[in-house]
């Protein structure tokens, strides 16, 4: 936010519009939503911190700046406005992004599909054993009693592991810790970073985020928002738990620029789909910001670069990877395209999969990550790996095996429908000016190049660059659009011969 949109928001006599969001103190939030339901703020701008839960009285409309990711969370957010017995209006405004230009392709899927369908895997092994640990923690469970087909089998796990104690036909809670403490619920995590303003030394505590978000965000030399006023951030102090900031007026936001390592732990199951072997198991993501961009207002120029000294971030999880042999179906036909284009070809539907996904898993596109590798050290092929971004996993990766048909389908749909002439944000992503040059006679460099595009924000202009590298006068030109919609196409087609 600048200047102009600062005084827009906050400086207009008239109308007094506030700023909303989760890393705000508490007392500031009870004091915004007192003003909303008392008429002194006529409105609020807000991330989904204002979706559930709180009363904020009668709003007449609200506006969608993008799809918020579910059906459910479209629906509540629409919901804001029109507690009174008046007409209400609610407007989404969609976005250039793969999942906004979907819904907006397919209204009948949105207006049609149930939001109580929600993705929650009620049979995960994760979800359901840390379920059942609250509910024997609040009350024994008794023999016989429903709470999922299998309880019983869960029950004695957790007796033979001696969370669980079974005597007189009940289930008695026999563990010293506090199970629900353990139950990760997306932003509350336990370890808050509380941020301190510095100015004219008032040590002022104004708002905190989550540690894991803290060293993705609160790096020393980041910029930090709050009320539309900016802030530098001059210390990030992980032991303390405490960032230090200073007021800026540097006419810049920043972004970090991170690299994420994936390492499959164990295998649980091997399965072929659709001419793709599918491996499902725990893998160690482990993300670390390097570097962050200083990125101008307005134009979004970068006018410059930092560096970044933090620890990386491990988190053990769930993913699923995809690995095209080329000895299978679909392998074979990526093992086909040329070298040279490889490494464009699977980050381009890694990107489209990773942004079609949440339509079919009722997710965030943010709870989804995805690591796409031209040549694998651990499987020796191509591979897309798709975890969850959430530690133990919820359940997403194992959603994503069960709907890959659909999902695969969704992607050939919507960027065969896409009306631009070769990639765009709202398919594919921006392609190297739309095509990539390759050598005549196929061979090019690229091949053993790891790929990690899943960096906040940074996709696109730096993948299509290195596409320019080993341009020659005889080059013939390709349109990556054209061969990611022929590779979805074969794909769908070795699906219904290896269905027959
Ligand atoms: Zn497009």
């Known amino acids: 936010m600048n ?27 009870r004091k915004i939503e007192a003003g909303l339901r008392d008429g002194s703020i006529a409105g609020v701008v807000s991330t989904n911190a204002l979706e559930l839960g709180i009363d ?76 059942l640990k609250c509910a024997a923690f609040e009350l024994p469970f008794k023999d016989g009693e429903l709470f999922h087909s299998n309880v019983d089998e869960f029950l004695n796990y957790l007796e033979e592991n001696g969370i669980l104690r079974h005597a007189g036909q009940k289930w008695y809670w026999s563990d010293r810790s506090y199970p629900a403490e353990n139950v990760s619920l997306r932003t509350s995590t336990p370890e808050n970073v509380v941020i301190v303003n510095t100015a004219s030394g008032r040590n002022e505590v104004i708002g905190e985020m989550d540690l894991s978000s ?26 303390n738990h405490r960032c230090y900031i200073e007021d800026s007026k540097e006419n810049y936001y920043t972004d970090s620029i991170v690299k994420t390592d994936i390492k499959m732990l164990n295998q649980d199951d091997v399965s ?44 053990h999880t769930r993913a699923v990877v995809l690995v095209f042999r080329e000895s299978s179906m679909v392998g074979k036909v990526f093992a086909e395209i040329a070298e040279a284009l490889k490494t464009e070809i699977i980050q381009k539907l890694g990107t489209l999969l990773k942004n079609i996904a949440p339509v079919f898993l009722l997710c965030d596109p943010r709870d989804i990550g995805i690591a796409e590798r031209v040549k694998d050290t651990e499987f020796a092929n191509p ?15 194992e959603g994503f095996l069960k709907n890959i048909g659909r999902i695969v389908e969704g992607a050939y749909e919507l960027v065969s429908g896409c009306p631009c002439e070769s990639g765009c944000p709202s398919c594919i992503g921006p392609t190297s000016g739309g095509f990539a040059f390759i050598e005549a006679g196929g061979a ?31 080059m013939g030109e390709v349109n990556i659009k054209l061969m990611v919609i022929d590779f979805l196409r074969k794909w769908m087609d070795a699906w219904a011969r290896s269905n027959k």
Not at 445 to 465: K, V, Y
Request: glycine share 14%; proline share 4%.
């Open 272 to 315: 072929m789909h659709g001419g793709v072997e599918c491996i499902e198991g725990d893998v160690l993501v482990r993300s670390q910001a390097t570097k962050y961009k200083k990125l101008k207002y307005h134009t979004h120029e970068n006018i410059g670069y930092g560096e970044i000294n933090l620890p990386a971030d491990e988190m």
């Open 56 to 131: 904020i009285g009668g709003l007449d409309a609200s506006v969608m700046a993008g799809f918020p990711g579910t059906i459910s969370s479209a629906w509540q957010q629409a919901g804001r406005a029109g507690r009174s017995s008046s007409v209400s209006l609610s407007i989404l405004i969609a976005s250039a992004s793969p999942i906004d230009q979907y819904i907006i392709q397919h209204p009948e899927y949105f207006f049609g599909k149930s939001p109580e369908s929600g993705w929650v895997d009620a049979d995960n092994i994760y979800i359901l054993l840390d379920q």
């Open 383 to 397: 591979c897309l790996y798709i975890y969850d971004r959430y530690p133990g996993g919820t359940g997403i990766s």
């Open 214 to 239: 803290a060293k993705f965000m609160l790096y020393k030399g980041a910029v930090y928002m709050h009320q539309g006023d900016r802030y530098i951030v001059k210390e990030l102090d992980l032991e």
């Open 444 to 474: 090019g460099a690229g091949g053993a190049g790891t790929a990690g595009s899943d960096d906040a924000g940074s996709m696109g202009p730096d993948a299509a660059d290195n596409m320019g590298q080993g341009a020659a006068d005889n």
């Open 3 to 29: 200047e102009s949109v600062k005084n827009f928001y906050s400086d207009n006599h008239r109308l007094k519009i506030a700023a909303y969001r989760g890393g705000y103190l508490p007392n500031e939030r």
